[in-house]
């Protein structure tokens, strides 16, 4: 009898719908040209998701893990530090050639659309 009452409980409570979610990659322009001194980081103001990665030396970056479809703000944020780096504790700096406004997810105008599937974006930072 136990086991009859057990199986649709477990039934109703181990399956949830997942949630949709997509790949981005793309690539970084400062005034028309490829731009690779920060990370490139996304987040959605409304469900609070984010994903970010270091920018290549070519200006591409791909974000490996999947993101929920949406409207993402796009920022910049310092690169990801080596163990050295951080063992040396150095202060952290950012590109000052890069305007204010980029550098948070607050004041940056960017914003990149996650749909189903394989998504590309060019990031146009302007100054």
Same mark, same amino acid.
């Given at each position: 009898?136990? %086991?009859? !009452? &057990?199986?649709?409980?477990?039934?109703? #409570?181990?399956?949830?719908?997942?949630?949709?979610?997509?790949?981005?990659?793309?690539?970084?322009?400062?005034?028309?040209?490829?731009?690779?001194?920060?990370?490139?980081?996304? !987040?959605? &103001?409304? +469900?609070?998701?984010?994903?970010?990665?270091?920018?290549?030396?070519?200006?591409? %970056?791909?974000?490996?893990?999947?993101?929920?479809?949406?409207?993402?703000?796009?920022?910049?944020?310092?690169?990801? &530090?080596?163990?050295?780096?951080?063992? +040396?504790?150095?202060?952290? #700096?950012?590109?000052?050639?890069?305007?204010?406004?980029?550098?948070?997810?607050? +004041?940056?105008? !960017?914003?990149?659309?996650?749909?189903?599937?394989?998504?590309?974006?060019?990031?146009?930072?302007?100054?």
């Amino acid at each position: 009898m136990a %086991f009859t !009452i &057990l199986l649709p409980l477990a039934m109703l #409570t181990g399956c949830s719908p997942s949630i949709p979610e997509a790949t981005l990659s793309g690539n970084v322009t400062l005034n028309g040209k490829p731009y690779s001194d920060s990370a490139v980081m996304l !987040i959605d &103001l409304n +469900s609070g998701q984010a994903g970010g990665t270091d920018i290549q030396p070519d200006g591409s %970056f791909a974000i490996a893990d999947p993101l929920p479809l949406g409207t993402y703000n796009v920022y910049l944020a310092p690169k990801a &530090l080596s163990e050295a780096e951080a063992a +040396s504790a150095a202060p952290i #700096t950012i590109d000052t050639s890069v305007p204010d406004k980029y550098w948070s997810e607050h +004041s940056t105008d !960017i914003t990149v659309t996650i749909e189903e599937g394989e998504n590309t974006a060019t990031i146009e930072l302007k100054s």
